[in-house]
């Protein structure tokens, strides 16, 4: 196999955490950074013109499951099922990746969803956690992060109101979330009939609804690097398609810029690693590098100093699992770390029914508002049979008309066929529009990766496998919330309510979020994570993974504020602490 020159850091994955490491580590060291990416450069695509049928059917942007499928099942017992078409979540390829064609919506998450087996054990006693829960706290805290969080916002450029500045709680802001050391870069967006209409009712009705934070610009913006980006026309195509105009934050619109005028950082696209090279040393085990796939489809060696694993949850435990870094975790024994504690943040909606044009063809990602009445542990669960919950809101991203075509309510009873239903569906077009709810999936010994013993990709390595399935305590809170959404939509007038018709098992098919997390989670100690808390790999002092994998469950709040956080956390540390004396941090 050929080997390649040297380089200093190598980063695998070029979405929002890999184009971040490799902004900071350029910003402040003479190394040499490489950046490998599977998929291809982006950019003349978006001003060409939007097409629903490229990017949202035919899922232009996303990862190809042709060539990387995962494998499903819902429990050890069951049959495994290879995926061969992308529903319940879209992650992405090319430069950018999932970053791309994101939502937008820009929420810290709950400081007790850092804390959340002993802020529950405290309130509730341990009695109140479900069966076969893994719930673990991350062992940081949120006033640990917080200072990242405000970071994040200023360079990714967030428009929203703060609800609680220095602990002062402020109307019109979410007064639920933790204390915040600064307001929002921005004011927030405009916000559409719909979700204003909401928000209304959800007041006159005694909850605290706040418009959305979102990387949406309300208006132009320069970050502190010096990148300036326009304000949103919502015109809407923005969640699941990457920006005309270039307003929405996306990774080649918010660091690209940066990271391309600096001469130590070269991208490499079209390049898939397949393993990480590794040795056993004396302080525990280093990585030398990679292997992978040039476009060619030759496999040659990189080597490298210093490794940054930023391949989303999916590749980055597919990548360590092939590569044979660290120990399988065993569900039947609770034994290794490597797989464990993978979640699906929850998301379902319930379609409300207007008697007038709700104009839901415009609008962007992050544009709506929610409340956090019933999230976290915000509301008294003592007299509920479910731990933790979410938030409820109405955003309004934009709707397309072959996607969304044909929603009608339910009493009319017509087949999703004929005239007769398309008729009315031509009238309710432009009618109807969702409540909409994301909430916690706690951790459970059973829901974790592996990898799969019969299906193979086209390299002849086994798939990634997902072993996933709904417990009672998603059943019982999705059952909750549909209640209260259904209530809320009565409220705002709506003609007819359709609620969610309840979580069965785990659907690979329905949009649930791409919001999955874990299997390479942080932990105090190696016994019960892969990384530590500085997200270095507890075996490989020179390898770092970051993204959602490390997150030891999931929050209701979308992930990628924690997930920046986190990088820009992780990124001083490597320039103050590793760097100056290479080796485990902790
Ligand atoms: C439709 C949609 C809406 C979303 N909305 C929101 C939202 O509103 N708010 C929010 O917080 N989050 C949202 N997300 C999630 C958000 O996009 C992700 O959390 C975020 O992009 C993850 O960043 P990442 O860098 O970890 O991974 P990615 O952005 O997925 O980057 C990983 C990169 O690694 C590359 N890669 C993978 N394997 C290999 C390999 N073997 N070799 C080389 N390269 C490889 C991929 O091609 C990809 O470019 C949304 C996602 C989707 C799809």
Redesign the pocket.
């Known amino acids: 196999m050929k080997t390649l020159p040297s380089t200093d850091v190598l980063i695998?994955?070029?979405?929002?955490?890999?184009?971040?490491m490799a902004k900071e580590l350029s910003g402040r060291t003479p190394l040499s950074i490489l950046i490998?990416?599977?998929?291809r450069p982006r950019m003349s695509e978006y001003i060409d013109g939007m097409d629903e049928l490229e990017f949202f059917v035919r899922k232009h942007m996303?990862?190809d499951p042709s060539t990387?499928a995962i494998a499903l099942r819902y429990s050890a017992s069951e049959r495994t099922r290879p995926v061969r078409q992308f529903g319940a979540?879209?992650?992405?390829?090319?430069?950018?990746?999932?970053?791309?064609?994101?939502?937008?919506?820009?929420?810290r998450l709950m400081p007790d969803c850092f804390e959340m087996y002993s802020k529950t054990v405290e309130r509730y006693g341990k009695q109140k956690l479900p069966e076969d829960h893994s719930i673990q706290d991350w062992g940081i805290t949120y006033d640990e992060v917080e200072p990242y969080y405000a970071r994040s916002e200023r360079e990714v450029g967030i428009s929203g109101k703060a609800g609680n500045l220095n602990g002062k709680k402020i109307e019109g802001g979410n007064i639920f979330e933790g204390p915040r050391s600064s307001e929002y870069p921005m004011g927030p967006t405009l916000v559409p009939y719909f979700p204003t209409l909401f928000g209304a009712t959800a007041k006159s009705l005694g909850y605290h609804p706040f418009v959305n934070a979102?990387?949406i610009p309300s208006a132009e913006y320069t970050n502190p690097d010096g990148v300036t980006r326009p304000p949103c026309a919502f015109c809407g195509f923005c969640?699941?398609t990457p920006c005309m105009i270039g307003a929405k934050a996306q990774?080649t619109s918010v660091y690209l810029p940066v990271v391309r005028k600096r001469k130590s950082v070269s991208l490499r696209t079209g390049?898939?690693?397949?393993r990480i090279v590794h040795e056993k040393g004396a302080n525990g085990g280093r990585a030398t590098g990679v292997t992978?796939f040039d476009e060619s489809g030759e496999e040659v060696f990189q080597p490298a100093d210093l490794v940054i694993l930023?391949?989303?949850?999916?590749?980055?435990n597919?990548?360590l699992f092939l590569s044979g870094i660290g120990t399988p975790y065993d569900a039947s024994t609770g034994k290794g770390t490597l797989g464990k504690n993978l979640t699906h943040q929850l998301q379902f909606g319930v379609n409300v029914f207007m008697d007038k044009p709700l104009n839901r063809f415009m609008g962007a990602?992050?544009t709506g508002i929610r409340m956090a009445d019933f999230d976290a542990d915000v509301f008294d669960h003592s007299k509920v049979d479910f731990i933790r919950g979410g938030v409820i809101g109405a955003t309004m991203t934009g709707t397309q008309p072959i996607s969304t075509f044909g929603d009608l309510p339910r009493s009319m009873k017509l087949p999703r066929w004929g005239s007769a239903w398309k008729k009315a569906s031509v009238e309710w077009y432009d009618r109807v529009a969702n409540i909409g709810f994301g909430g916690e999936h706690i951790p459970y010994a059973g829901n974790y990766f592996d990898l799969d013993t019969t299906y193979k990709n086209p390299a002849g390595d086994p798939l990634l496998r997902m072993t996933i399935n709904w417990r009672d305590n998603e059943r019982k809170m999705v059952d909750f919330m549909n209640a209260k959404m259904v209530e809320i939509g009565h409220a705002m007038g709506a003609k007819e309510v359709n609620p969610f018709p309840g979580y069965g098992n785990y659907d690979v098919t329905r949009?649930q979020?791409?919001?999955v997390q874990g299997g390479t989670i942080m932990a105090a100690s190696p016994d019960r994570g892969v990384v530590n808390m500085q997200q270095q790999h507890w075996d490989i002092s020179n390898l770092f993974v970051?993204?959602?994998?490390t997150f030891p469950n999931s929050g209701a709040?979308?992930?990628?504020?924690?997930?920046?956080a986190l990088?820009y956390r992780t990124a001083d540390t490597i320039m103050d602490k590793y760097l100056k004396k290479p080796g485990m941090l902790a």
């Open positions: 695998i994955g070029s979405g929002w955490t890999g184009l971040l490998l990416e599977r998929g996303m990862q990387d979540f879209l992650p992405g390829t090319g430069v950018g990746g999932t970053g791309e064609h994101w939502g937008a919506v820009y929420p979102t990387a969640e699941r990774p390049i898939t690693v397949r992978y930023a391949t989303y949850t999916l590749g980055n597919h990548l990602g992050g949009y979020s791409t919001h970051i993204g959602a994998s709040a979308n992930p990628t504020p924690t997930i920046l990088t």
